[in-house]
């Protein structure tokens, strides 16, 4: 029902922004001899780096008021936890110049280095620490290989799809469904099998099911798909004895607060004493041992601890305007690849934030991932900005008035109608 209601939410924006099965993705190649309106090398959106720091900013003062309570815990030193998290933001920094630097045509060699560092990184996690783990510690870092399949299989659907899609073959099956189950068979396997990571896996599967509709895949695979991804979701909370408690702590949290309900009640404790304005940034109670994964899964609960409803509040917006600024760049690039990319990096954030934060509000069960740029994690937050510099790079290569697009467009229907060619063609890469 998750994927079903984000897919219906999706489909319906991205129906109305002109990005599914429309017209823009029905004009003649410039090879063609027909002028295909690119968008003009511009500055950045900085508005999503804004937005985004916002965010940031509201992890890093949580992380600061609860690093020496979490440190004392685990004998750490007081700001050992807030230090490893600003070391990961730095290196996040340079990730996101690095990569707002790269074209994005240039990214295509990037998803196989990805895929490759993926795989060893996963084989490394087997070896040391064998089933159901999902880190591998290095130099004192925890690094979690979901987040980077996650980041690399949006840039390997989005050139994938393009190519199908530009080359006729959109919809074959054994040329286009086929190959991306074929992957996405081989991330569940090293996911959820091996790493017992569902709460990921739903993420990924989510990212692949809205790619493939917004490129035109026929709807009858992915609806089985769907149904094949349901099927094993309930298969793994049967026969897996903690999912199945955490599905039914979900269903009723309040029936055994002091055993399997006990992050669910605890998380809920949280948010409900933070009342309307919060008890202050130094005023947590939940961070001293009674909250489980207080950094990491449980942050928003913390923050609605300390700043309360309004503070939620605020943050739940930034949240959704960050996505529909992101959204407003994906409705106005003119490259396949590009618009792909950001439907994929849309759908990562928001299917993520809303798994994160409706955990915690007890209206979804417990998954254990993080919540993008707030959560504490060297993963999770290096790689949500490698996303972010993308997502800045593509903004580079929008029109910069929807009435461009739509301009152009009637230009279009006019000059082929004129001349009495009714046939359509899929719009190509632009050189980025």
């Known amino acids: 029902?998750?994927?079903?209601?984000?897919?219906?939410?999706?489909?319906?924006?991205?129906?109305?922004?002109?990005?599914?099965?429309?017209?823009?993705?029905?004009?003649?190649?410039?090879s063609s001899g027909e002028t295909v309106l690119e968008g003009r090398k511009h500055k950045p959106d900085y508005g999503i780096v804004v937005l985004a720091s916002v965010l940031i900013v509201m992890g890093m003062i949580v992380m600061y008021s609860i690093s020496p309570a979490v440190a004392q815990l685990s004998g750490e030193s007081a700001l050992y936890y807030f230090t490893r998290h600003v070391v990961a933001f730095l290196i996040g920094i340079v990730a996101l110049v690095a990569i707002y630097a790269t074209p994005i045509k240039h990214l295509k060699n990037l998803t196989y280095v990805i895929a490759g560092l993926s795989i060893v990184a996963s084989i490394l996690i087997l070896i040391l620490d064998g089933v159901a783990f999902r880190w591998i510690k290095i130099a004192g870092f925890s690094f979690q290989p979901a987040e980077m399949m996650k980041f690399g299989l949006i840039l390997w659907l989005g050139?994938?799809?393009?190519?199908?899609?530009?080359?006729?073959?959109?919809?074959?099956?054994?040329?286009?469904?086929?190959?991306?189950l074929i992957v996405l068979s081989a991330i569940a396997l090293i996911v959820v099998v091996l790493q017992r990571d569902l709460g990921s896996?739903?993420?990924?599967?989510?990212?692949?099911?809205?790619?493939?509709?917004?490129?035109?895949?026929?709807?009858?695979?992915?609806?089985?798909?769907?149904?094949?991804?349901v099927a094993l979701s309930a298969v793994a909370v049967a026969s897996t004895p903690y999912r199945r408690d955490r599905f039914e702590t979900f269903i009723n949290p309040e029936r055994d607060c002091q055993n399997e309900g006990y992050h669910a009640c605890q998380a809920l404790i949280a948010v409900g004493s933070g009342g309307l304005v919060g008890l202050g940034v130094g005023n947590s109670v939940q961070a001293y041992g009674y909250l489980p994964e207080t950094p990491t899964d449980s942050i928003f609960a913390i923050y609605s601890e300390k700043f309360g409803f309004i503070g939620s509040t605020i943050m739940i917006v930034v949240i959704g305007a960050l996505l529909m600024r992101m959204f407003t760049i994906a409705s106005r690039t003119q490259s396949w690849e590009a618009?792909?990319?950001?439907?994929g990096i849309i759908t990562w954030l928001g299917v993520q934030s809303m798994i994160n934060i409706g955990a915690m509000l007890g209206l979804l069960p417990l998954k254990g991932i993080t919540l993008p740029f707030v959560s504490y994690g060297g993963s999770s937050l290096i790689f949500v900005m490698l996303a972010l510099g993308v997502a800045l790079r593509i903004s580079c290569y929008t029109s910069v008035r929807k009435h461009d697009l739509e301009s152009a467009e009637k230009t279009y229907e006019s000059s082929t109608i004129g001349r009495g060619n009714r046939r359509t063609y899929n719009t190509p890469i632009s050189s980025r």
């Open 1 to 30: 029902m998750l994927l079903a209601c984000i897919g219906d939410i999706c489909s319906g924006w991205l129906l109305r922004m002109n990005l599914l099965r429309g017209r823009a993705g029905n004009r003649r190649s410039p």
């Open 339 to 343: 618009r792909l990319i950001m439907a």
């Open 159 to 180: 050139f994938f799809l393009a190519s199908q899609r530009r080359s006729g073959q959109i919809r074959d099956y054994s040329k286009t469904l086929k190959p991306v």
């Open 201 to 229: 896996m739903l993420v990924i599967a989510s990212i692949t099911g809205i790619m493939m509709f917004i490129s035109s895949v026929p709807m009858k695979p992915l609806l089985l798909l769907f149904a094949g991804l």
